[in-house]
Nanobody, 123 residues
Framework: QAQLVESGGGLVQTGGSLTLSCAASGRTFSSYTKAWFRQAPGKEREFVAAISNDGGATYYADSSKGRFTISRDNAKNTLSLQMNSLTPEDTAVYYC????????????????WGQGTQVTVSS
């Protein structure tokens, strides 16, 4: 059974950095687009970043552009999100997702989801 498992979340101060990881198992996701989404309490799940199956193309939400970097290692079946200059507005549960197709910013496009990892940024 295909599974995505996030890790790396935690508590960080404003201006700090965190790196999230997403490990895949149960199938090879090398041909899948992968993405990160986040959901803050009381808000809808929102797109953070996506990366093409070969890593050649990346896409970012305006809120993450210039601060976050998405990357993948198909040999290890992993996905990462390097987050810098964090602010309290980045506080949310972060989810990795995968889909067989081109990148998109709509959660419903993605077929596979992890359980999420909490990121809390203190002021």
């Amino acid at each position: 059974q295909a599974q995505l498992v996030e890790s790396g979340g935690g508590l960080v101060q404003t201006g700090g950095s965190l790196t999230l990881s997403c490990a895949a198992s149960g199938r090879t996701f090398s041909s899948y687009t992968k993405a990160w989404f986040r959901q803050a309490p009381g808000k809808e799940r929102e797109f953070v970043a996506a990366i093409s199956n070969d890593g050649g193309a990346t896409y970012y939400a305006d809120s993450s552009k210039g601060r976050f970097t998405i990357s993948r290692d198909n040999a290890k079946n992993t996905l990462s999100l390097q987050m810098n200059s964090l602010t309290p507005e980045d506080t949310a549960v972060y989810y990795c997702a995968a889909r067989f197709g081109s990148a998109g910013s709509t959660p419903s496009l993605y077929n596979y989801w992890g359980q999420g990892t909490q990121v809390t940024v203190s002021s």
